[in-house]
């Protein structure tokens, strides 16, 4: 096994919709291909027949691209990295696959990462980074949580949503107004043109560090369908200040679980990952709070928050430096949780 302290590592990521590789050379991250799959706009969703079928036909480009445009050639790889999970097992299968065929062929040694693990390491592709221990509000279309990190492979969930996730919570509202998937982004876009204090939505209340958005999703169902009993063009007259007053109700739910989850640690270093941290409300109120609460926040580039495999290559580095391979018979895991062994 050809192991040393500055490997080159490939990264594969497959896990829901956006098929990308990032190669990743002593810690450094060369770069971040990623191919979006545009095919799930149409149905409102990922659909994952399809989405497993356009991992197929976009890796080994994707892949291609990643190690051209970083100068590397086969013989130069140490190892091989890949999503294991969570995510949508056909769409898992494709980067496992490809990975372990590319690790056979190659004599390298396989790393598998945790989705999730790796959006929080997404803060350390680049300066600054956070110090140990920090707390991680780690928001997706899949997940809610907040991480109290305490190293690079030392991570576990304190506070986590119930139900739905907060990027579910942006996708079905913005399906209910029409709009296409993914709509978080739309909402956030519309947002900065509306006003957040046009409209309230009644708040559920969950205990500790827990989170739960299914309530919302059904008080935003039930507020359109009243307006537009009113007005049928309701959604198309105000459509700006509903998204800000949804988005502040969504991000206002985020941060009071993070100022309580950092006054029960006492840890105020503070950041936050995946695709929800591309939320312009979100970023802007994180860096009110921080001035409210004294913390030290740390908010990604945006290719870093959404789904990319610049992360999953950070992951890796830290994994190979701590020899942590993985045999040929590992399989992906729809629900693998921060810190499961799996
Ligand atoms: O981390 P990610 O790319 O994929 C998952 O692992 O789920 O997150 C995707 C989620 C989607 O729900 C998408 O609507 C949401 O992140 N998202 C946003 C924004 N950009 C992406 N939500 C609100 N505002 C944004 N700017
Ligand atoms: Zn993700």
Redesign the pocket.
């Known amino acids: 096994m050809r192991q040393q302290l500055h490997p080159t590592i490939l990264a594969i990521e497959s ?2 919709d ?1 098929t990308s590789a990032s190669v990743i050379q002593s810690g450094k991250v060369l770069n971040n291909v990623i191919a979006s799959q545009a095919v799930h706009h149409k149905y409102g969703g990922v659909v994952p027949e399809l989405a497993s079928r356009a991992h197929q036909q976009n890796i080994l480009q994707v892949v291609n691209e990643a190690m051209q445009s970083a100068g590397i050639k086969n013989e130069d790889l140490n190892a091989i990295a890949f999503t294991r999970g969570p995510g949508l097992m056909g769409s898992l299968v494709v980067g496992v696959s490809f990975a372990k065929g590319m690790a056979l062929a190659l004599g390298v040694p396989l790393i598998e990462v945790n ?1 999730m693990e790796a ?1 929080v390491l997404a803060h350390f592709i680049d300066e600054p980074r956070p110090q140990f221990p920090f707390l991680c509000l780690t928001v ?4 809610t949580q907040i991480v109290l990190v305490n190293d690079y492979l030392d991570m576990r969930v304190i506070g986590e949503t119930q139900d739905d996730a907060v ?2 919570a ?2 079905k509202a913005a399906k209910m107004m029409g709009l296409p998937y ?4 739309l ?2 876009q519309y947002a900065k043109l509306g006003n957040p204090k046009a409209f309230k939505f009644s708040q559920t209340v969950m205990p500790d560090l827990s989170f739960s958005f299914s309530g919302i999703k059904t008080a935003f169902l039930y507020f359109l369908r009243d307006r537009k009993k009113e007005d049928e063009n309701f959604v198309e007259k105000n459509l700006n200040d509903i998204c800000a007053s949804l988005q502040l109700h969504l991000v206002q739910m985020l941060l009071q679980k993070v100022k309580l989850a950092s006054h029960q640690t006492g840890i105020k270093e503070i950041a936050i990952a ?3 941290a ?3 409300g979100l970023r802007e109120a994180m860096k009110l709070t921080a001035q409210e609460m004294n913390w030290k926040i740390f908010i990604p580039e945006f290719q870093y ?3 990319n495999a610049a992360m999953i290559a950070m992951a890796a580095y830290y994994k190979f430096l701590a020899g942590r391979f993985c045999g040929l018979e590992v399989a992906p895991i729809a629900n693998l949780g921060i810190g499961d062994k799996a």
């Open positions: 896990s829901c956006e989705h959006h997706s279309g899949g997940h990027g579910e942006f996708d993914p709509g978080g982004p909402i956030d995946g695709g929800v591309a939320n312009s928050c959404t789904d």
